[in-house]
């Protein structure tokens, strides 16, 4: 069974510029999260899917960032215009739904902002 | 809200050797569950162990167990006969199990296991 994956694996891009972050969860994974580790700090929730719908967006930063999940398989994270304290590793994430919903990690786009 | 402290930056460990990776977290819930990840230097992060709040019998896989103290909030890792790949970023995690389902993260432990 796949695991998760994300593209690109690394992004080096301008202040100002637009960036696009893809997850594809493991197959038949209703829920999807994202998540980001800024300059060797820890991890922190960005937002939640189930399926299409936007469970919990209360951990994005501002409206630069903009996540979308149609047809509920999925997502991309797009940041527009990044800026230099966007520079970090987005993770996505995707469990089942049900007990304990354990979350299976993607191995994380590392974005560059200069 | 909840917060997951570790306060070890950097463990080192000689292989073949046990090792204790320290968390704590602060939440005023009572039902939660705890998890511990590792990220090596490939970066796919993985799940190691998990530990249910209600469960009073700590999580043992293999080589990993967990020192679980509900009324101290401590969650600790214990890697017994250490291994060369064991060497890894490892986080400690907590999940709400009433009010979302989103992780909350420790900053990491970074383990160097030396030959």
């Known amino acids: 069974e796949a695991g998760v994956t994300q593209f690109p694996s690394h992004s080096v891009i301008e202040k100002g510029q637009t960036v696009t972050l893809r997850c594809d969860p493991i197959s038949g994974h209703d829920n999807l999260y994202w998540y980001r580790r800024v300059m060797g700090k820890e991890i922190k929730f960005l937002l939640h899917f189930v399926k299409e719908s936007k469970q919990d967006e209360s951990g994005m930063p501002n409206n630069r960032f903009l996540a979308e999940r149609t047809g509920g398989t999925y997502s991309t994270l797009k940041v527009q215009p990044a800026e230099l304290e966007d520079s970090g590793v987005y993770f996505c994430?995707?469990?089942?739904?049900?007990?304990?919903?354990?979350?299976?990690f993607g191995p994380g786009t590392r974005l560059l902002v200069l | 809200a909840q917060t997951v402290t570790q306060s070890q930056p950097e463990m080192s460990v000689q292989e073949a050797e046990t090792v204790t990776l320290s968390c704590t977290y602060d939440?005023?819930?009572?039902?939660?569950?705890l998890f511990w990840y590792k990220q090596p230097p490939s970066r796919q992060m993985i799940l190691v162990i998990r530990?249910?709040?209600?469960?009073?019998q700590n999580a043992t896989e293999n080589r990993f167990s967990v020192n679980f103290q509900k009324a101290a909030k401590s969650f600790s890792l214990k890697i017994s006969d250490s291994q060369l790949g064991d060497a890894a970023m490892y986080f400690c995690a907590y999940r709400s199990a009433t009010s979302g389902s989103r992780l909350t993260f420790g900053e990491g432990t970074q383990l160097t296991v030396n030959p």
């Open positions: 939440t005023s819930e009572s039902d939660y569950y």
């Open positions: 994430a995707s469990s089942q739904v049900g007990y304990l919903e354990t979350q299976y």
């Open positions: 530990q249910e709040a209600y469960k009073q």
